[in-house]
């Protein structure tokens, strides 16, 4: 069945490290991948996105890579601020269909 | 810049009482979605709109009706709320199918 999940409900880093979160999806007919950063109280934002043609996308301080063989994405977040505590989403568009199927999150903790 | 502006933000309801969730949006998007945020769970799409007049169903329609009368605005109905109804609730709007969403503040409603 569709799913959409990351393999780590929470992720604690020290300030200044990089951080890597992974999410692992399951419908090969997914061709377009976003990322999403949830704040305390707050919704969703984008982060970054990527489509099936690619394999790597760079924004700032955070990239993207996709491995379509084993249907597996990950964020990668440069030099970790405290501002990037949130709840880290993948979502995934599948083909024709429209929708956007979202992974449960992973909390990332930054300890100063 | 307004965005996507819900209102409520916070509701509680009795079992069997209605009410409506108004989103609007300034962006001129013409999708528009509704999704419902569950502790651990990611978003689950409830309905959606691909133009003024339309409407959809998403993953978890039951219980719920939306209305798009305008291009801006997007309604979520909840016409008898059961407890199973308490969650928090975003509106989302994008420029193109379930592409980069936009999201509100979100809603929180207690149905008891």
């Known amino acids: 069945g569709e799913s959409v999940g990351l393999h780590l409900p929470t992720l604690s880093v020290q300030e200044g490290d990089n951080s890597i979160i992974n999410c692992a999806y399951s419908n090969s007919a997914s061709d377009y991948f976003i990322w999403y950063k949830q704040e305390s109280g707050k919704g969703p934002q984008f982060i970054i996105d990527i489509r099936s043609n690619m394999d790597k996308r760079q924004g700032q301080r955070v990239t993207v890579l996709l491995n379509k063989t084993v249907k597996h994405l990950s964020l990668q977040i440069a030099a970790t601020q405290p501002g990037d505590s949130a709840v880290y989403f993948c979502?995934?568009?599948?083909?024709?269909?429209?929708?956007?199927?979202f992974g449960q999150g992973t909390t990332l903790q930054v300890k100063p | 810049n307004a965005g996507v502006t819900q209102t409520p933000k916070f509701r509680v309801l009795k079992t069997g009482q209605s009410m409506t969730l108004l989103c609007a949006q300034d962006m001129n998007h013409e999708y528009m979605y509704w999704y419902r945020q569950d502790p651990g769970m990611g978003l689950r799409l409830i309905h959606y709109?691909?133009?003024?007049?339309?409407?959809a169903k998403g993953e978890v329609p039951d219980g719920y009706n939306v209305s798009r009368l305008k291009k801006q605005n997007f309604l979520l109905g909840l016409e008898s709320a059961a407890p199973s109804q308490t969650s928090v609730y975003f509106c989302?709007?994008?420029?193109?199918?379930?592409?980069?969403?936009?999201f509100g503040e979100g809603s929180r409603l207690t149905v008891l």
């Open positions: 989302a709007s994008s420029s193109f199918f379930a592409g980069e969403l936009f």
């Open positions: 979502a995934e568009n599948i083909g024709n269909t429209g929708k956007l199927i």
């Open positions: 709109s691909v133009g003024e007049g339309t409407t």
